[in-house]
């Protein structure tokens, strides 16, 4: 049995990427049920370091993460906790999540020793909804567990939580269409910060 089957993905992921940027703070994405896991980094991110902001990024993975098989395959949501306005447009998500996926899985497959060959380019797309809201959908590349292609789906949300002082940027992510029951589970992660 190799190592990447033994060993939770996301903890790889974090054991590798989290080098230099470990955050002492507490998530504060509170999950569905307890079978989640999370994990917090401190921006600048070591995977993306040119997105230029000062805060915390809050991950929570969902059971099946991992695993290409489950309904939940990668199935995630994460929040950025800032201490700048992030000026969201669909323009700049698009340019923004092409970077962090591109930085993201380049990083984790040059830590994987049998993988040599290129990664495709992370292509975005991504369309207002209102002011606080934008959908889209990333084209990115699986180095964690399939070693192919995936296309996640997205809706972003973005807040700014008054009493804080912080702008919360919301993204919920799966490769499933908008009608599978992974968005209602993924609706029901909570932000545990007083706004108001």
Do not use: R
């Not at 994405?29 to 401190?42: K, N, R, T, Y």
């Not at 921006?43 to 939940?72: I, M």
């Not at 949501?77 to 092409?98: G, I, T, Y």
């Not at 809201?133 to 008054?162: H, P, Q, R, S, W």
Request: charged content about 25%; some cysteine; overall charge negative.
């Amino acid at each position: 049995m190799s190592f990447t089957k033994t060993m939770p993905l996301f903890l790889i992921f974090f054991l590798f990427v989290q080098c230099g940027t470990d955050s002492s703070e507490k998530n504060i994405l509170v999950a569905p049920s307890d079978d989640w896991s999370g994990e917090v980094i401190e921006f600048p991110l070591q995977f993306a370091n040119s997105l230029k902001y000062s805060g915390t990024e809050h991950v929570l993975f969902s059971p099946g993460w991992g695993d290409e098989n489950a309904k939940d395959y990668f199935s995630y949501v994460f929040l950025w906790e800032l201490e700048e306005n992030p000026e969201l447009s669909a323009e700049k998500l698009e340019s923004e999540m092409e970077v962090y996926f591109d930085g993201l899985m380049n990083m984790v497959s040059k830590m994987n020793l049998k993988l040599f060959k290129k990664i495709p380019k992370s292509k975005a797309f991504f369309e207002k909804v209102n002011d606080s809201v934008f959908v889209g959908k990333v084209m990115t590349y699986d180095a964690f567990t399939t070693k192919k292609e995936v296309n996640l789906n997205f809706i972003v949300e973005k807040n700014f939580c008054n009493l804080q002082k912080k702008h919360l940027v919301l993204f919920n992510i799966s490769p499933q269409t908008s009608e599978h029951q992974i968005w209602k589970k993924m609706k029901k992660v909570s932000i545990d910060l007083k706004c108001e």
